[in-house]
């Protein structure tokens, strides 16, 4: 079994997502001791944003799109910045979300090609965005990775949220708390 691991936070140790994504990455690795994992960090070597013609030259080791193909889950953190991802996630999903290769307009429209595989996204968020507290209309992170990822094709999409990180140590606390509960006890299921 093939995992991808991608992290995108910028904030190196102090990232509450790459802290969950590590924490996953380990719940997989329990489980399949043979699991192959290969890492991308986006913050470390970030992909050049997407022009029609790219210099390779310029590009970091590794085809972002061959990666996505050859994993059988892949773990991703995505912190919200700005009610949205950051702009270096962006580039790599402008990378593997390609016509004719991850998806296909047909007669029915869009077609996704990506699929058979698991994605876990470690949602870091300052605040909180649910239903519940009247937010979600201010969630332009989780909606989008749910759609983009839907439209290629990927659909087996869960989310480990910690959410209200910047509302306070003990809220932090008990958001990093919980998340960590739900990789123990949820995660990894069978892909």
Do not use: C
């Not at 936070?9 to 997989?28: F, K, Y």
């Not at 590794?62 to 995505?78: N, Q, S, T, Y």
């Not at 912190?79 to 991802?85: A, D, L, R, V």
């Amino acid at each position: 079994m093939k995992l991808l691991h991608v992290d995108s936070s910028a904030l190196g140790a102090n990232s509450v997502s790459r802290e969950l994504t590590a924490a996953i990455v380990n719940a997989w690795k329990q489980r399949e001791p043979g699991l192959e994992v290969t890492y991308r960090d986006l913050a470390a070597n970030p992909l050049p944003h997407w022009l029609p013609v790219a210099d390779a030259a310029s590009m970091p080791a590794g085809d972002p799109l061959a990666e996505l193909f050859a994993a059988d889950v892949i773990v991703i953190g995505a912190p919200m910045y700005n009610f949205g991802i950051p702009s270096q996630l962006k580039a790599w999903i402008d990378r593997i979300v390609v016509a004719g290769k991850t998806f296909r307009y047909g007669a029915n429209g869009p077609e996704g090609l990506a699929g058979g595989r698991k994605v876990i996204i470690a949602s870091a968020r300052g605040g909180f965005y649910g239903a519940d507290n009247g937010s979600d209309a201010a969630d332009f992170q989780e909606r989008y990775l749910r759609h983009i990822f839907n439209f290629i094709g990927i659909t087996d999409l869960e989310f480990v949220r910690a959410e209200g990180i910047a509302m306070g140590s003990d809220q932090r606390a008990k958001a990093m708390n919980d998340a960590h509960v739900e990789i123990e006890t949820r995660l990894p299921v069978a892909a």
